[in-house]
């Protein structure tokens, strides 16, 4: 009313609703789906459109000058968005006269052949009804009449209207169109703007406003309530039946269910069966679980897994139980402790401690004895995994059966890893630069003098086969060496290898001039003095700020502030053609910055050059293109683009087949002694740049797999959400990095990847590929095959 205060009465009511069938929503859906499938994308388009729109009509004036306006967008009930705006026109463009009326607004057919797309789409979306004689049950009937006064009456001129919206002209021109199966004419037309209405095929209602003086009604109609729906019930037709397919494809609703708080108990257990549960037919079917019918919703949705029970825990290790033996089931414990936050470790060790020490129990009587040895190996299982046993509520570890301290144990372990003879058989094989730089290395450790090196070559040049030789050497004389690298699957490569983070306890997030969070007096500081070699792979990928806080510790612990790394020998090593530190939204720069080519650290680093690529020697050609792409001399396009040559493409043609194409080059599917072979699976992947791609082309090779199916689902919640802001199937929607997808599909003998780092040490870590060999409702029974 302030609007109106100032400028004046309004002048046009405009109203546009979305079109489902915009191209641009329908060329964004995958074969099968409609746009009901897809509200988000409604939505969205929606709104790109009513952003244009607003350009139209306050940029571009295409109405005239607007001195002010108010819109309100709400979603209708069949679940398509509408924007109602009422336009208050600079005093030059109000609307005074019916002649101008006409210069913006027809209510009429347009000439077929003159403006044929224009007749599609008055057809389309400006024709009301048909309602009345014609069909009498239309949801605008009110009191025995259309409540939007149509049919309108024929009228040769437009007349202004008193306190009402001016009474268009409306020609007896013959003109007529099928409509929902009736011949209409004029008479039905809604007011409309022909510029408006062919820029954006939709309906889009033009009215003009300034003839009606009750503005607050405008107004109040704009922002009214949206709490309710018009609907009609039909009768069956003689022969009884009613054709449902019929009225879901009229109606055009868009499923929405009504939300529900996870404090209303039945009502929200009720929501996630609906949710996910698709073909129920009654509550009972929602309530049947693998044939068994249950009394509530939350135990049936408890019982698909939908729901995160108190007792998951205790069920994933009482499966397990089943198929795994006693030194597995305290591995799968010390994860669980580590990952799962159980919430009564006691309670949990007590009823799980008989199937834990099953192994023990054979070779040794007393009770007491047993429990400490369980306990002992988990305590290491937890040290690998970077946790103390002293921060769980376990029993007490006697010090009389833990003859080795931590930091005896740290140094045992490094010193008796096995050296294996193939490694210690490389040294006679290592080209010339590899060999230059084994001589070189060997010579510093001899020195002991120490010194940092960084071993440079693009993949597949024999960084690490250097490694091994240079581990196998320096082992075998019976001195330590440890070996790290940036990510677990390189790590697991390396005899003894743990990832640099977890073996150098560098905090996550390290700042300049930052230190390890290992103490002077720790295992870890004591092995690392004692070490004559130490290897970290994959450097090019790490924060330069990692290295520096290893430096920091180093000078600190070896007492020689003065020299990096405190006159170790260390040797990185790596390739910055290949992966660069990851700085989330970083620019170019930022992400350089990051390097350790940025770090202090950097010039006092020994380059070792490896140039000779060892594992493609059979395909020269690929080699030199990878270098080429790598080193940045490849020709680009577009600045920053390369062409991939044709033979190692499969090309896109924008059909829905396309995925399945690729994957049958990748994979070749149609073999099932292929999908069934780990051998034939593992060596092969598809790597793609987004979650939800993954998750896609995931789905599409999971349904082609032969096999028993188990789903498994995601337990998403909110915290410190009381009002349920972000619904269960909101949070379920996100493809976040590092977790799999809500729904989690698996067969068996399917091909799987870890995606963390649960125990570098044992191989398993982020990039691990493992085969499926069996499931249970809350364990999956896994075979590492490459990692
Ligand atoms: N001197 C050598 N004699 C025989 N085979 C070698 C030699 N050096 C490397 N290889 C072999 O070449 C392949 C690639 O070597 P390696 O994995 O060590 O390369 P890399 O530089 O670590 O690669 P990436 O950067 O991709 O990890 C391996 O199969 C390795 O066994």
Request: aromatic share 10%; charged share 25%.
């Amino acid at each position: 009313m302030a609007l109106v205060q100032k400028y004046g009465k309004p002048d046009i009511f405009l109203t546009m609703t979305c079109n489902p069938n915009w191209d641009e929503i329908i060329s964004e859906l995958e074969p099968r789906q409609t746009p009901q499938d897809h509200p988000d994308l409604i939505v969205r388009v929606f709104r790109a459109k009513l952003e244009d729109l607003k350009i139209q009509l306050f940029k571009r004036h295409i109405l005239g000058k607007v001195a002010a306006y108010v819109y309100v967008v709400e979603l209708q009930k069949t679940g398509l968005p509408q924007a109602h705006f009422i336009l208050i026109m600079e005093g030059r463009y109000k609307l005074t006269c019916p002649e101008q009326y006409d210069c913006l607004i027809s209510a009429e057919l347009p000439n077929k052949s003159k403006y044929p797309e224009l007749y599609k789409m008055v057809v389309k979306h400006m024709m009301h009804g048909p309602c009345g004689v014609l069909n009498p049950k239309n949801v605008c009937k009110q009191k025995g009449s259309c409540k939007n006064y149509y049919p309108r009456p024929f009228n040769v001129s437009t007349l202004q209207g008193k306190d009402s919206y001016p009474i268009y002209r409306r020609r007896d021109d013959g003109r007529h169109a099928k409509v929902r199966g009736q011949e209409l004419d004029n008479r039905w037309v809604v007011p409309y703007n022909p510029y408006l209405l062919r820029s954006y095929n939709c309906h889009i209602n033009v009215d003009v406003c300034s003839s009606i003086n009750a503005v607050k009604y405008l107004f109040k109609y704009i922002y009214k309530g949206h709490d309710r729906a018009s609907v009609s019930i039909d009768e069956m037709d003689s022969d009884r039946n009613i054709d449902e397919i019929k009225q879901y494809r009229d109606s055009r609703q868009i499923g929405r269910i009504v939300s529900a708080h996870p404090a209303e108990g039945e009502r929200y257990y009720l929501r996630v069966l609906l949710n996910h549960v698709t073909g129920a037919t009654s509550f009972q079917d929602l309530r049947t679980v693998n044939g068994i019918v249950y009394s509530t919703f939350h135990e049936a949705a408890e019982r698909r897994g939908l729901i995160e029970s108190d007792n998951t825990i205790n069920e994933c290790l009482d499966e397990a139980k089943v198929f795994h033996m006693p030194s597995s089931l305290r591995r799968l414990f010390s994860t669980i402790l580590v990952f799962c936050e159980p919430s009564n470790v006691h309670g949990l060790w007590d009823r799980h401690m008989e199937a834990m020490t099953e192994d023990y129990r054979l070779t040794q009587m007393c009770p007491h004895a047993v429990e400490q040895m369980a306990l002992l190996d988990i305590k290491n299982m937890l040290e690998s995994m970077g946790k103390d046993i002293s921060s769980f509520p376990l029993p007490e570890i006697d010090k009389s059966y833990d003859a080795l301290d931590n930091e005896a144990r740290e140094i045992i372990k490094e010193s008796t890893i096995e050296v294996d003879p193939e490694h210690l058989g490389f040294s006679s094989f290592l080209n010339p630069e590899q060999r230059y730089a084994y001589d070189e290395i060997l010579a510093t450790i001899n020195s002991g003098q120490g010194g940092v090196f960084f071993v440079d070559g693009p993949g597949g040049t024999g960084k690490t086969y250097l490694y091994k030789a240079l581990l196998a050497k320096v082992r075998a004389e019976g001195k330590i060496a440890v070996a790290t690298a940036t990510s677990g699957v390189a790590a697991s490569i390396l005899p003894g290898g743990r990832t640099a983070h977890s073996r150098f306890k560098i905090p996550l997030n390290t700042e300049d001039g930052g230190v390890c969070s290992f103490t002077k007096q720790s295992g870890t500081a004591k092995l690392l003095m004692r070490a004559s070699l130490i290897i970290w792979d994959e450097a090019s990928m790490t924060k330069r700020q990692a290295v520096e806080a290893l430096d920091n510790s180093m000078r600190d612990i070896m007492a020689r502030p003065d020299l990096p790394f405190g006159g170790k020998t260390i040797v990185f090593g790596g390739d910055f053609r290949q992966v660069l530190p990851i700085v989330r939204k970083g620019t170019r720069s930022q992400i350089i910055d990051a390097t350790l080519r940025k770090s202090y650290l950097w010039e006092n680093m020994r380059q070792l050059r490896l140039v000779r690529n060892m594992r493609a020697q059979s395909d020269p050609w690929f080699v030199d293109y990878l270098l080429r792409v790598g080193n940045g001399t490849e020709d680009t396009m577009d600045a920053d683009y390369i062409r991939l040559p044709d033979e190692i493409c499969v090309p896109y043609t924008s059909d829905a087949t396309d995925i399945d194409k690729l994957i049958e080059s990748v994979f070749q599917m149609t073999l099932e002694e292929n999908l069934l072979d780990p051998n034939y699976m593992t060596p092969r992947a598809i790597l793609s740049t987004r979650n939800e791609y993954v998750d896609k082309i995931n789905m599409k090779m999971i349904e082609r797999f032969p096999g028993e199916e188990m789903i498994y689902y995601s337990f998403d919640h909110a915290e410190d959400d009381p009002h349920n802001y972000y619904p269960a199937e909101f949070l379920n929607s996100l493809t976040h990095n590092g977790l799999p997808p809500h729904i989690l599909k698996l067969r068996i003998n399917f091909p799987i990847i870890f995606l963390c780092n649960i125990d570098p040490a044992s191989g398993l870590c982020n990039g691990t590929r493992l085969i499926v060999r069996g499931f249970m409702r809350n364990a999956i029974d896994a075979e590492i095959v490459l990692g």
